[in-house]
């Protein structure tokens, strides 16, 4: 993923060079191998989201469960229309409808990436919440020194909520992770259904941030958002 966003960057930044034709039609082949590579290898994460889905319907909280649930569920549909589009793509079944099914993929993927967003505002305002809690109980000596924390960011209005936003960002590096990470991957989406164009250089450095936290995550599984 991180080697196919590279392309599409690098592609975009040198493809106005005339002398680099050759090296942007070669760019643009080695994405696209990437992408029907990835389209391979996601062919069992439809069963893998369901068995999420399925997991996470039992949560005990009411907002979390609702939100992983339909987002594992939409990015079943995802995999499934990816899926279909591989087909496609190795010609199995040639006479497939490609820019519906890609619009449906598309779709999917956006309504699983806003869910996801709308996951983690509910996390952020649990925590602020906490941390206006805390604010409040100066008497108890176990949170004064943290209260003090608190009171040298506070102010009011947005700069007051943006400092408090940065310092629960800050003390939560698994949200934090998960949040630029959900919003780097909403710029193809919104790109590709028409929401708010960019270009391929946006998509291109985005999907390669997204990309490296997703690397980052894996090799340090703390780092991780959990469900």
Same mark, same amino acid.
Request: charged share 20%; glycine share 4%.
């Given at each position: @993923?991180?080697?196919?966003?590279?392309? %599409?960057?690098?592609?975009?930044?040198?493809?106005?060079?005339?002398?680099?034709?050759?090296?942007?039609?070669?760019?643009?082949?080695?994405?696209?191998?990437?992408?029907?590579?990835?389209? %391979?290898?996601?062919?069992?994460? %439809?069963?893998?989201?369901?068995?999420?889905? $399925? $997991?996470?319907?039992?949560?005990?909280?009411?907002?979390?469960?609702?939100?992983?649930?339909?987002?594992?569920?939409? @990015?079943?549909?995802?995999?499934?229309?990816?899926?279909?589009?591989?087909?496609?793509?190795?010609?199995?079944?040639?006479?497939?409808?490609?820019?519906? *099914?890609?619009?449906?993929?598309?779709?999917?993927?956006?309504?699983?990436?806003?869910?996801?967003?709308?996951?983690?505002?509910?996390?952020?305002? *649990?925590?602020?919440?906490?941390?206006?809690?805390?604010? #409040?109980?100066?008497?108890?000596?176990?949170?004064?020194?943290?209260?003090?924390?608190?009171?040298?960011?506070?102010?009011?209005?947005?700069?007051?909520?943006?400092?408090?936003?940065?310092?629960?960002?800050?003390?939560?590096?698994?949200?934090?992770?998960?949040?630029?990470?959900?919003?780097?991957?909403?710029?193809?989406?919104?790109?590709?259904?028409?929401?708010?164009?960019?270009?391929?250089?946006?998509?291109?450095?985005?999907?390669?941030?997204?990309?490296?936290?997703?690397?980052?995550?894996?090799?340090?599984?703390?780092? #991780?958002?959990?469900?």
């Amino acid at each position: @993923r991180a080697t196919q966003y590279t392309c %599409m960057l690098l592609s975009y930044l040198i493809e106005n060079k005339a002398d680099k034709k050759k090296l942007v039609m070669k760019l643009k082949q080695l994405e696209s191998s990437m992408s029907s590579g990835r389209k %391979m290898f996601r062919l069992g994460n %439809m069963v893998h989201a369901l068995v999420a889905a $399925r $997991r996470t319907a039992e949560l005990p909280e009411v907002v979390p469960r609702f939100c992983l649930t339909a987002s594992h569920l939409s @990015r079943a549909l995802y995999f499934l229309c990816d899926a279909v589009l591989w087909l496609r793509s190795v010609g199995l079944q040639p006479d497939i409808d490609k820019p519906k *099914w890609q619009n449906w993929a598309t779709k999917c993927y956006y309504y699983s990436l806003l869910i996801n967003l709308a996951r983690d505002w509910y996390e952020i305002s *649990w925590r602020l919440e906490q941390a206006a809690l805390e604010e #409040k109980t100066k008497e108890n000596c176990c949170w004064q020194k943290h209260s003090e924390e608190l009171n040298c960011v506070k102010s009011d209005g947005l700069h007051g909520f943006l400092l408090q936003l940065f310092q629960v960002l800050k003390r939560n590096p698994p949200l934090l992770l998960d949040l630029v990470k959900n919003l780097c991957d909403l710029s193809g989406p919104l790109d590709t259904l028409g929401i708010y164009k960019t270009n391929p250089g946006v998509i291109g450095f985005c999907g390669i941030l997204s990309s490296l936290v997703g690397i980052l995550t894996l090799a340090s599984p703390h780092l #991780k958002l959990k469900q």
